[in-house]
């Protein structure tokens, strides 16, 4: 009988699974995560053996290491991202990977974020739309009511500048011809709920087109009713909206806004020109900090209105003050619910924890008939170069090691809305889902 200590142990195989440490328990034995944990190791290894295999299976820790970097290569990762993927997965931290600066965590990558669009024109795109995109990206236009009056007024160039080819119709070829339009915008920032509503009622408009009409003359009508859209949906809208709520507005009283909204503003100057005294308290917060702009408006002119400027932070010593609280909204949903600039979410709730009324002024061409419940299923995120106002601090940039989110929208509930100013009328949040019966059915 050979003698135990001349037995010579078997050579372990490349791929094959590591033996159990002494030490180490049965799996049934183990926790969920300590499962998972031993899992993860094991995948590790696997990854390691099968990158080793080509090179002639060389072992070794520092092989293995090689292998398990292998394919953070041709995601085109560098050395520490590398390293630092699979500390995550040995760790069970989720610390994201270099590059992902471009889209953010994962956990947030549905997120629309702005992409670079100069170089990647794709199509017979109109130069109008071209340059349209590019501000879009750079967040040069911003706002749901500037960016859908700018949207229409490119189609019109796209429109007059559109030859209908032959053996077809200006009412089923158009359309066809403004679909890469609409994908290079929609590229370059995600599409607002008024730039769709308008887009389907201009569709809807291209499908009515009568056939029999001289192709100059139909694109006159077209660029018309775009004009009456314009005109009806927003800018009197508008002036609607300011009569309503500058009823809202007493001597005396404090007003507070956030950010800065196109109607809140014209809102509050048509107040003051109709001679009331009041204040304003201007609150902002990053990344935009769109509330300087709306100051310097509020500020200036022979007759400027005494204003106060805070950031979010401060915001609960200043609410002791204030008699009413007006918003803007990116968009209203049909169970009330506001979809506005990050930060609104908080005002409205500080606001009504404290019984100060909050009224949000939207057009009704803001309006949509789906429900949303958080402002995590569907946002947007600001760009890490955006501008910043002229004398501000600049924003932290992602580098490796540190990712900036911005989340340019959140979520209002309805029970934390006091009453929503339309050019339909004063609507609280429960019936908002009646505009489209207040508009006549119109199709949005």
Do not use: W
């Amino acid at each position: 009988m050979p003698d135990k200590q001349e037995t010579t142990l078997p050579t372990q195989q490349p791929g094959a699974a590591a033996p159990k440490p002494a030490g180490q328990p049965s799996q049934k034995s183990m926790t969920k995560a300590e499962r998972r944990e031993l899992q993860e190791k094991q995948r590790a290894a696997k990854a390691a053996a099968k990158a080793e295999a080509p090179k002639g299976g060389a072992g070794g820790s520092a092989a293995k290491t090689k292998g398990a970097q292998a394919p953070a290569k041709k995601a085109g990762e560098a050395g520490p991202a590398k390293q630092s993927v699979l500390t995550s997965k040995e760790l069970g931290h989720a610390i994201p990977e270099e590059g992902a600066g471009k889209r953010g965590p994962r956990i947030f990558t549905h997120f629309g974020l702005p992409k670079p669009i100069g170089h990647t024109v794709k199509g017979d795109i109109h130069p109008a739309v071209v340059r349209l995109g590019l501000s879009f990206s750079e967040f040069k236009i911003c706002g749901a009511n500037a960016r859908c009056i700018a949207t229409l007024t490119a189609f019109k160039n796209v429109i007059q500048d559109y030859t209908t080819p032959p053996n077809s119709t200006l009412s089923r070829h158009l359309m066809t011809h403004l679909s890469p339009q609409i994908t290079h915008l929609v590229a370059a920032r995600p599409m607002s709920v008024s730039m769709g509503n308008a887009i389907r009622q201009l569709k809807l408009e291209i499908s009515n087109s009568d056939i029999d009409l001289v192709e100059q003359e139909a694109k006159d009508v077209l660029c018309k009713k775009i004009d009456d859209y314009i005109q009806d949906r927003i800018i009197m809208a508008d002036e609607v909206i300011q009569e309503s709520a500058g009823r809202k507005i007493k001597e005396g009283d404090v007003i507070l806004t956030y950010a800065r909204s196109s109607v809140v503003e014209k809102v509050l100057l048509r107040a003051r020109s109709e001679g009331k005294k009041f204040s304003v308290i201007v609150v902002d917060s990053r990344p935009l900090l769109e509330g300087k702009a709306l100051l310097r408006s509020l500020t200036s002119g022979p007759d400027p209105i005494p204003c106060t400027y805070a950031l979010l932070p401060a915001l609960p010593s200043l609410l002791t003050e204030v008699t009413t609280v007006f918003i803007g909204a990116h968009s209203i949903y049909s169970n009330g619910a506001v979809f506005s600039r990050a930060g609104t979410a908080l005002v409205s709730m500080m606001a009504k924890q404290r019984n100060v009324p909050v009224v949000v002024c939207c057009e009704t061409c803001k309006f949509s008939e789906g429900i949303l419940v958080d402002g995590f299923g569907k946002n947007e995120l600001a760009p890490a170069h955006t501008v910043q106002p002229h004398g501000s601090t600049p924003t932290p940039t992602s580098e490796p090691g540190l990712e900036v989110l911005n989340p340019l929208y959140d979520l209002t509930p309805p029970n934390f809305i006091t009453a929503v100013v339309t050019e339909v009328g004063l609507i609280p949040p429960s019936s908002i889902s009646s505009i489209p019966l207040a508009l006549g059915k119109t199709i949005l």
